[in-house]
């Protein structure tokens, strides 16, 4: 379908076709001067039922098991074994942060995101046009395209902005800018474990936030893809991309969008294996590796050759790497 003529190495059985990894050796492209939304530095204190409200929402923490085995599961990835994990009490957003609660912290702090100081970022092809250049395409994955001038603003790139999405999620972020966010706004990323306990809602080892059936009662749940992956996508959960921060009904915690719409970071480094021998108080990830954990799934996510839209799911990337499907949400200790 595609020439590639350039390609971006990836390193395989890191879930990339799910969400690309910047390599190092980015061209110094200098990003576009671009319109923000309303500066609204106030965002964060008003309306508490406003849908960029930071609602965090209060966890109880205690024991629960975590991971997976499923035979259908990637064992691969490190979704097993299940195990016992203990967690002290947290609070979680209930949303992922939204491009308007995202435009508030650059405005307040003239934070420049990965996206913009290396100049590009990771779009999937289907949001492009056809006669888009293909010399960036993704190796493992070629529906990914590397962007020049794609960032939060212009997720898309150039030509492409936020106008009908300020509460959809923040994309085209790193690890790094999510980090600077969190640490802005008083709070933090959550950790793996507390991502999980999060998303799980209360339930005890389903598959979803709401149950193990995908659709109950023919009823859309979550954001992802539908159709024929990568090139026929029939939207019928109603969103091509992402959906607003609080589309769908949450889950038993109150938390929206556990599960597809789009890829969350979490605080913890990835590693396949230190799960198994990890301590089950508050496990915070390996001391050592590069990439970041991302849990969650996207709108990309469909079962022909990815399911890991599952509240055991894992997926990684480098913590540079801004990309059209990658979010996030805060956390904080309790009191
Ligand atoms: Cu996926």
Not at 135 to 149: G, I, L, M, Q, S
Not at 249 to 268: I, K, S
């Amino acid at each position: 379908m595609e020439q590639q003529s350039k390609t971006v190495p990836l390193p395989p059985g890191d879930g990339s076709c799910c969400s690309p990894a910047r390599t190092r050796a980015q061209p110094a492209t200098a990003s576009a001067a671009s319109t923000d939304l309303p500066p609204d530095a106030d965002a964060g204190n008003r309306d508490p039922t406003s849908r960029d409200a930071p609602s965090l929402v209060p966890l109880a923490g205690g024991s629960f098991l975590m991971g997976c085995d499923d035979p259908g599961a990637y064992a691969e990835d490190g979704e097993g074994p299940v195990r016992e994990v203990r967690l002290q009490p947290f609070a979680i957003d209930a949303r992922a942060v939204s491009n308007r609660r995202f435009a508030a912290f650059v405005a307040a702090t003239g934070h420049r995101s990965d996206a913009e100081v290396d100049g590009s970022g990771f779009v999937f092809a289907g949001f492009l046009p056809d006669d888009f250049p293909a010399t960036r395409a993704v190796a493992a994955a070629p529906w990914w395209r590397e962007v020049e001038r794609a960032d939060w603003r212009h997720p898309e790139g150039p030509g492409t902005d936020l106008t009908g999405r300020e509460d959809h999620p923040v994309v085209q972020v790193s690890w790094r800018d999510a980090q600077a966010f969190c640490a802005w706004a008083g709070l933090r990323l959550p950790s793996e474990a507390e991502w999980e306990y999060a998303a799980r809602g209360g339930l005890v080892q389903q598959r979803f936030p709401w149950g193990n059936q995908l659709t109950p009662e023919g009823q859309h749940r979550m954001n992802v893809f539908q159709g024929r992956f990568p090139d026929r996508n029939t939207v019928k959960d109603g969103y091509p991309g992402t959906a607003p921060v609080d589309a769908f009904p949450p889950n038993g915690f109150g938390l929206f969008n556990m599960t597809g719409n789009v890829w969350e970071w979490t605080a913890d480094r990835w590693s396949t294996t230190w799960q198994r021998t990890a301590p089950p108080e508050d496990p915070r990830g390996p001391d050592e590796g590069d990439r970041r954990v991302l849990r969650g799934g996207s709108y990309l996510c469909h079962a022909s050759y990815c399911w890991r839209y599952r509240t055991s799911a894992r997926m990684s990337s480098t913590p540079d790497s801004p990309t059209g499907n990658v979010g996030f949400r805060c956390a904080r200790d309790a009191g």
